[in-house]
């Protein structure tokens, strides 16, 4: 079935480092692709998102480029920030209903 | 435009008591998700709606557990008796019927069983 696969956390950073968060999945078709990203004691909030092969989602300095040669979404910051520190998902959809998330990676970033 | 609501934030109650949580979507959205999140099983997908109605149940861990959706701007997720493994974060999302397939999550209920 349909899954995904993200890098194990907890990911330390200085302010100021680049950021990668590997994502890779398992999907028939073309699935969408997400990453949402979730602060302590809030929901999950969606950060970008690429419909098709080689598209690249961007937001608030991050972006992950739909990969589909090696089926992966990795998030992707060049300056990380002390308020940046959160779980971040990745996610796909089958082009159905449901959402399929991976287990979260929680980032740490230290001024 | 206001986001997903849900109520109460959170909420303490003791084994046997019967709990209610709340939910408003996004106006215009027509599909609503309920999720549980837990350290140990991570976020799982209880039950959801299309047009108010309910389409995958398969996730509702057990009949202490049910939902509803009166209208489309109202769903609750009820759970009857409550017991102590049922603490965790109760999200609810909507997603719109059109456009693409990523849902919109409310702050969360964090539910406590004693």
């Known amino acids: 079935g349909d899954s995904v696969t993200q890098m194990e956390g907890p990911v330390t950073l200085s302010e100021e480092a680049f950021l990668t968060i590997n994502c890779t999945y398992t999907a028939t078709g073309y699935p969408s692709l997400f990453w949402y990203v979730q602060y302590p004691g809030e929901g999950l909030q969606l950060l970008l998102k690429a419909t098709k092969a080689d598209d690249k989602g961007s937001n608030k300095g991050f972006e992950a480029t739909y990969r589909k040669e090696t089926t992966s979404f990795h998030l992707e910051k060049g300056s990380v920030q002390v308020s940046d520190s959160a779980v971040y998902f990745c996610?796909?959809?089958?082009?159905?209903?449901?959402?399929?998330f991976g287990t979260g990676t929680r980032l740490q970033v230290f001024p | 435009d206001a986001g997903v609501i849900q109520s109460p934030r959170h909420e303490v109650t003791e084994m046997g008591q019967e709990v209610t949580l709340r939910c408003k979507p996004i106006s215009g959205h027509n599909s609503l998700f309920w999720y549980r999140q837990t350290m140990m099983r991570g976020l799982e997908l209880l039950i959801y709606f299309n047009n108010n109605v309910p389409i995958d149940d398969s996730g509702m861990p057990e009949d202490r557990f049910s939902a509803k959706m009166p209208n489309a701007s109202f769903s609750t997720l009820k759970i009857q008796p409550s017991e102590p493994r049922d603490s965790a974060v109760y999200f609810c999302?909507?997603?719109?019927?059109?456009?693409?397939?990523?849902?919109?999550f409310g702050p969360g209920t964090r539910l406590t069983v004693t």
């Open positions: 999302a909507s997603r719109s019927g059109t456009g693409g397939y990523e849902q919109y």
């Open positions: 996610a796909l959809s089958p082009n159905t209903d449901k959402l399929i």
